[in-house]
């Protein structure tokens, strides 16, 4: 008795896929004093130093949340099955020529009243996860959602990083608390030189560390569940109605709403999980019976041959579905010797 399993597939769904989600699903200025949490145009990053107090060293961030799942990525395949390629986030600075271009990360010593002397001019635009307390959740979340206590350290959303043994933590105190962020990027800008004042309208790119263990973790744990948080910081020093603030578009700004190009945006990618079968076995009864995990987008065919001559394959099914899940089948199967081959191809094919 003799019993085969082959594989097949289209190109377009063996190759990695790449896409552009053009504008976040949530975004928010995290400022106490924000009195439009959710409908601002622009949201701006800077800090409370050098005398914090009882605030936090990065006293405005702004977090943006991405539907991975609606955008197309399929979701609930296990964290470890997401291969990510690359992952950037591109950002459009709203107000002209606040702040100087520094595209390198700033030791935490040179911040605050005992500063030593930095290298460069400026200061680097950072980027970091979003962690979440005070029974708040990122999986319900909102742009609307209160902010919280606004005192150091007690804010419901914060810049999220992770400490030399991979540990989780709030890095939005990391100068009065002494330690390196070490931030998941930091913003570049094309053809701007370190020390140049940023121009109103500028795109800024942050190509996130995928790579790095906890990093990478945190991303594809993000990809499982159908959504990716992100925190853009920086420690600029600002002043009342004034000082080095950095000014970002949001989703809310009207010429994103009538144009659509100014509001952060996320270009993600990935790599499908390999086609196969999970379970493939004969049982005494004489039946057939395997499973496999089909995911959203694509068609799946089912085929069995007695010989594996091209003009023997015969289907026995086609499967699609609106979400990632395990398909089962089985069929009593009397020849002595058959082989069976599935196939995707993606439905706008």
């Known amino acids: 008795m003799l019993l085969g399993a082959l594989l097949t597939c289209s190109a377009a769904a063996g190759e990695s896929v790449t896409l552009t989600i053009l504008e976040p699903s949530e975004d928010r200025w995290m400022y106490p004093s924000n009195g439009t949490p959710g409908f601002r145009a622009q949201a701006s990053t800077f800090s409370a130093l050098p005398a914090a107090g009882d605030q936090d060293d990065r006293f405005g961030q702004f977090i943006v949340k991405f539907d991975t799942e609606s ?20 950002a459009v600075i709203a107000q002209d020529r606040l702040f100087r271009y520094d595209p390198s990360e700033d ?73 390196e962020p070490a931030p998941w990027a930091i913003a570049e800008i094309s053809g701007l030189s370190t020390g140049d004042l940023v121009p109103v309208d500028t795109t800024v790119i942050y190509h996130i560390s995928h790579g790095q263990a906890d990093i990478g973790r945190y991303l594809r744990e993000s990809l499982n569940q159908g959504f990716i948080w992100l925190t853009v910081t920086s420690l600029h020093p600002a002043l009342q109605q004034g000082g080095e603030f950095v000014s970002y ?21 990935y790599n499908l999980p390999e086609l196969g079968f999970n379970s493939f076995e004969r049982k005494s009864s004489g039946e057939v019976a395997l499973s496999f995990v089909a995911l959203p987008g694509f068609s799946y065919v089912l085929q069995a041959s007695p010989d594996l001559t091209e003009n023997s394959w015969m289907d026995l099914e ?24 599935l ?7």
Do not use: C
């Open 71 to 90: 955008a197309g990525i399929p979701t609930g395949l296990g964290a470890e099955n997401y291969e990510i390629n690359s992952i950037s986030l591109s």
């Open 107 to 179: 030791h935490w010593s040179t911040y605050g009243y005992l500063a030593l002397p930095d290298a460069d001019s400026g200061r680097p635009l950072e980027l970091f996860g979003t962690g979440f307390r005070n029974e708040n959740e990122a999986s319900t979340f909102t742009e609307t959602s209160p902010m919280g206590d606004a005192s150091r350290g007690k804010r419901n959303a914060y810049a999220l990083g992770f400490d030399p043994s991979g540990a989780p933590r709030d890095v939005s105190n990391n100068v009065t608390d002494g330690f």
């Open 249 to 269: 578009y949001t989703k809310e700004d009207p010429v994103h709403e009538l144009f659509g190009d100014s509001a952060p945006r996320l270009s993600i990618s």
């Open 318 to 341: 086609t499967f699609s579905t609106q979400t990632a899940r395990s398909f089962s089948w089985q069929q009593n199967s009397p020849q002595e010797k058959r082989f069976f081959r």
């Open 343 to 349: 196939s995707r191809t993606p439905l706008s094919l």
